[in-house]
């Protein structure tokens, strides 16, 4: 059964520094990842989707990568800013549907 | 111009009333979802149709009921509502094995 897993599950920084989000699963039989984020009583926004046979996506400041023998991926956000500030969900799709994890919820304070 | 819309946006309701959430997208999508989101903001899937047939239904109770009269629209229907039914439902669509893209959801509370 899969599982997915993110760390950490609250962060908070301050404008302009560089972040991690990290995801990792346990099946790695999985046709796609995508990370997302979602804003305090809104719903879900698409950020970007890795296939299977990719290593990385970058859409603006974010640069998602993917390591699929490892069950990882990690979310790269470049400087950032106040307007960041969300929870980032990532899921994996296996088979037939996504599988969210538990998200992380980021503050970036100016 | 809305890609996935949701009505309505609040639902506030008694304990065994039943109650229908209606969603459409306009992105020419096959496939439509819905999820259920918790208090502690899990978000885990409910069904899936493709192309107006059931493709996913995890184990939900038979109270609820998703009918999809054509592909752009999937609504859900719920019965003799509980109190563990109050969360945030969220209707998304995508191509099969694409982008999801998720509707503003529906709040419901149950009382």
């Known amino acids: 059964k899969q599982e997915v897993t993110q760390i950490p599950a609250a962060l908070s920084v301050p404008e302009g520094e560089n972040l991690v989000l990290n995801c990792s699963f346990t099946?790695?039989?999985?046709?796609?990842l995508q990370w997302f984020r979602q804003d305090p009583g809104k719903g879900l926004t698409s950020l970007l989707l890795?296939?299977?046979?990719?290593r990385e996506q970058t859409s603006g400041r974010l640069n998602a990568s993917l390591d699929k023998s490892s069950g990882r991926s990690t979310l790269y956000i470049a400087a950032s800013q106040p307007g960041d500030s969300a929870t980032y969900l990532c899921?994996?799709?296996?088979?037939?549907?996504?599988?969210f994890g538990t998200g992380t919820r980021l503050q970036v304070f100016p | 111009d809305t890609a996935v819309s949701q009505t309505p946006k609040y639902l506030v309701t008694q304990m065994g009333n039943d109650k229908s959430i209606k969603c459409e997208q306009n992105l020419g999508h096959d496939t439509m979802y819905w999820y259920k989101q918790d208090s502690k903001k899990f978000l885990k899937i409910m069904f899936s149709y493709n192309n107006k047939e059931l493709i996913i239904n995890e184990t939900v109770p038979n109270r609820f009921s998703p009918k999809s009269p054509d592909k752009a629209h999937l609504n859900l229907h719920i019965n003799s509502l509980e109190l563990g039914d109050s969360a945030v439902y969220f209707c998304?669509?995508?191509?099969?094995?694409?982008?999801?893209?998720f509707g503003p959801g529906t709040r419901l509370t149950v009382t």
């Open positions: 099946d790695s039989a999985i046709y796609n």
């Open positions: 998304a669509s995508s191509q099969v094995g694409g982008l999801e893209y």
């Open positions: 899921a994996v799709y296996n088979t037939d549907k996504l599988i």
């Open positions: 890795i296939q299977s046979s990719q």
